[in-house]
């Protein structure tokens, strides 16, 4: 197993020192799941939703939230990224949200997508939950990243049943 870089030698929590590492390419994209009900469906289909724009309200918020990362996320390390994009799909009964965040920096940018996908699918509850209060998020997760002393990474991709 290796080593926790977010721990000193006395098990402490501290900020990991990247002033050593490469400057590289990096990108990361992640995924979240918003199981609705048939009757949110509809609203968002017949664009019927009480508060306005779904899609656009949840991907500036995914954008939003990746901007705010570090803010968040007590250890990450601001990031100056380069683009952020928010793709939002209603597949069945669900929406399936993909974020992909990319930076020229010397550490990755995982956090910024994973943060992006959680806080869209919020907003997305949020939006909808006048109409039913059983919306289920689930499935927050890497699908891939690129760049780095790790280099590349890509999981399987989610299977909406």
């Known amino acids: 197993m290796s080593q926790l870089t977010h721990l000193n030698a006395a098990g402490e929590a501290h900020m990991?020192?990247?002033s050593n590492k490469e400057v590289t390419s990096r990108i990361a994209t992640a995924q979240s799941v918003v199981e609705l009900s048939q009757k949110i469906v509809?609203?968002?289909?017949s664009e019927?939703?009480?508060?306005?724009?779904?899609?656009?309200?949840?991907r500036i918020a995914g954008i939003q939230a990746a901007k705010k990362c570090s803010?968040?996320?007590?250890?990450?390390?601001?990031?100056?990224l380069t683009k952020i994009a928010v793709d939002i799909e209603l597949v069945k009964e669900s929406l399936v949200i993909i974020a992909l965040c990319k930076t020229n920096a010397r550490t990755g940018v995982e956090m910024e997508a994973l943060s992006a996908v959680s806080v869209a699918a919020l907003t997305i509850y949020d939006m909808c939950k006048g109409l039913d209060k059983a919306i289920i998020?689930?499935?927050i997760r890497l699908l891939s990243k690129t760049g780095g002393k790790s280099g590349d990474w890509s999981s399987e991709e989610i299977r909406i049943d």
Do not use: M, N, T, Y
């Open 16 to 18: 990991v020192d990247v």
């Open 48 to 58: 019927k939703l009480a508060k306005g724009d779904l899609f656009g309200a949840a």
């Open 71 to 80: 803010e968040l996320i007590p250890l990450c390390h601001p990031l100056p």
């Open 137 to 139: 998020i689930r499935d």
């Open 42 to 45: 509809d609203a968002i289909a």
